[in-house]
Antibody, heavy 122, light 107 residues
Framework: QVQLQESGPGLVKPSQTLSLTCSVS??????????WTWLRQLPGKGLEWLGY???????HYTPSLKSRLTLLLDTSNQQFSLKLTSVTAADTAIYYC??????????????WGPGTLVTVSS | DIQMTQSPSSLSASVGDRVTITCRAS??????LHWYQQSPGKAPKLLIF???NLQSGVPSRFSGSGSGTDFALTISSLQPEDFVTYYC?????????FGQGTILEMK
């Protein structure tokens, strides 16, 4: 059974880079079927999809963040990562990693990591 | 982006009640509609995919319906653990987008 776990700093200063890692346990990481996704939930608000990285390293980002967002895959460690540059207070959110169903089930998210709160503040 | 609008934003009900939450897409999304359940302090959990398919382990009191632009999540007999927040999400277009959520509160 696949499990995901986010890790990274809980506090980032404005204008700096937010970096998070998602560790994946289970055998689906190497299957080549799934995409690996980041989402976030702004305080008291709804959910926003940020982007995915496929098992081959192909990426797809939400247009509003495309210029600031980079997703990378680390197959050897069964991890994928997020880097968001030039952060502002508006990037304060709970960040989730999740598995995307991939071929035939694009943009269907299951399971999710527990989430990590990132606050942007000086 | 495809806008997803849920109604109501909050709903007060009692254990044993039957409730329905609706979700409307700003354009047709065929059957690319999923529902998630989120408990306080937890990550969302996939409840129903492809309009009406229950994710493994989800109780049969949950059901989904609809097509095109209008969809619904029905809980046939509310249990105490069902009083949480529900989100719809479309996977027809990119970026995938979520409804604003419906908070189910105990009366």
């Amino acid at each position: 059974q696949v499990q995901l776990q986010e890790s990274g700093p809980g506090l980032v200063k404005p204008s700096q880079t937010l970096s998070l890692t998602c560790s994946v346990s289970g055998d689906s990481f190497s299957s080549g079927v799934y995409f690996w996704t980041w989402l976030r939930q702004l305080p008291g608000k709804g959910l926003e999809w940020l982007g995915y990285v496929s098992s081959s390293g192909t990426t797809h980002y939400t247009p509003s963040l495309k210029s600031r967002l980079t997703l990378l895959l680390d197959t050897s460690n069964q991890q994928f990562s997020l880097k968001l540059t030039s952060v502002t207070a508006a990037d304060t959110a709970i960040y989730y990693c999740a598995r995307d169903g991939g071929r035939g089930s694009y943009f269907r998210f299951d399971p999710w990591g527990p989430g990590t709160l990132v606050t942007v503040s000086s | 982006d495809i806008q997803m609008t849920q109604s109501p934003s909050s709903l007060s009900a009692s254990v044993g009640d039957r409730v329905t939450i609706t979700c409307r897409a700003s354009e047709t999304i065929a059957s690319y509609l999923h529902w998630y359940q989120q408990s306080p302090g937890k990550a969302p959990k996939l409840l129903i995919f492809g309009v009406s398919n229950l994710q493994s382990g989800v109780p049969s009191r949950f059901s989904g319906s609809g097509s095109g632009t209008d969809f619904a999540l029905t809980i046939s007999s509310l249990q105490p653990e069902d009083f949480v927040t529900y989100y719809c999400q479309q996977s027809y277009g990119s970026p995938p987008t979520f409804g604003q959520g419906t908070i189910l509160e105990m009366k």
